[in-house]
């Protein structure tokens, strides 16, 4: 048993998949009310421009856990997690996350809800979680991914037959009230094709005690118990608001469709974007007269996130945990949610690539601190070691942003990075305080590259080069955003640093 120390740390590590940076009240959200993270914000460090490192849920988890490109981890895509593609040579295996280091140091570390990352980096925690990526986490029992909620479910909330008007959720097996822009809403049973929880959107008949998000919760709080007289790291990773986007009544219920605001930007023709709707699929979240539902289902999601996070700082402040442990809140990516009329994620638009993150250590992270400089998951391993005074073995690609949070001077990029590998698209993403830039990984690729002025373009609708007939008065500018892509690529030993620096802007 790893004894509490006096003046040693906890970490509480709370995050989201799929959550866009401005799904919160705190960031100025006027339909969506999160007072429990907005407290977390207000008691810590609000960061207004946190970046994923790669806009998609693997890749950024696994560079979030080791501070490293996604280049470093040999995790590009979802599918390089999976057993399978594994080996005994791929670069995970060298590599150590935060946690493992933590629990190295004397702490004990427990991890529930969604994984979503390489089963080798999860066998350190004491418990095993839910969800790792490509394999079953209790092969003992038979079960994978959502087979733990599942069997849980089927205590709580038995199976039942589909009604008329009703759909059965892929995920958890139990009926759902479908809402227009559910891909099978209307649609014949013999018309059905690829199924999947990304399609799906309405009221799920779960009842709100028994949800996904609240087992998790259960699990987290159940943990933090247990533990509270020892030295800990627990993560609880709630596996909304990505799809399937479907709530119990009772969130279901609180936000209107037809009073949801469509973005600013709905409407974006994309002449001269790095990305087109077809690219996605997008056509079906081109309807005004329905996106409104797939709005009002994301934001259902969150509120319940926000109490389930209320439900364990609640706990902590009973168990008089609160002022020994540091807390963290992000997002693995975000959410288009139909901006430029899209949906999901994958790209570097705003709304895809900026996150939520606050901190929280009482008597240490100044209470209402705002960090408005640029920064990336990259950072959050150094950060954590540091905060907890931890001993930085100096595997990660990141450095401590405390000197940004305290005021006391950062020698840290004054950018964000963030990277994806997708062929024929911008594959990096740079970001200052006012200018986002994004580029392709060679000279032959046929992206479309990228200049946005966010000060004066914050909704990403004039890229100011590309193929833009005005583009050689932006060359200057997109040139030095290039060189800042080049030094962080060389600082990380990118095998794409040649083929950036031959692609011209």
Known sequence: MAKQ???RYNLLFLMTDQQRFDALSRAGNSILDTPNLDRLANQGAYFENAYTCCPVCVPAR??????????????????EAKDENVTADSPIQALRTYDEVLMRNGYVGEYYGKWHSPAIRAYAYENRPIGIAGTRSHPELGLGLAGIYRAYLDEHSPERPAREGELVEVGTHRPYRPDPIDVRYGVPESEWVNIAQS???????????????????DRTMDALRRRKDETFTIHCSFGPPHPPMVTTEYYHSQFDPQKMLLPENYGDPMENSPYRAPWLGMEHYRNPDTVGYMIANYYAMVKEIDDQVGRILNTLDDLGLTDRTLVIFTSDHGEMLGDHGMHSKFIFYEASAHIPLM?????????????SAPVSQHHFFATILDYLEVQDPGSSNGQS???????NGWDGPDFAVSEWARPNVPNFMVRTN??????????????VDALYDLENDPLEMNNLIGNNPDRSEHRKQAEEMKERLVSWLASVHS????????RPV
């Open 5 to 7: 120390s006096e003046g």
């Open 62 to 79: 696994m560079a979030m856990l080791t501070g490293c490109s996604i280049e470093t981890t040999g995790v590009r895509m979802n599918a």
């Open 199 to 217: 399609g799906e959107y309405g009221c799920l008949d779960v009842p709100r005690e028994h949800t996904r998000n609240a087992f998790d919760a």
């Open 359 to 371: 901190m929280r250590l009482p008597g240490i992270i100044p209470a209402g601190s705002v960090v």
């Open 401 to 407: 942003l405390r000197g940004l949070v305290d005021g």
């Open 434 to 447: 006012r200018w986002k830039f994004m580029f392709a990984r060679d000279a032959e690729s046929q992206a």
């Open 495 to 502: 095998p794409h640093t040649e083929g950036v620096k031959a």
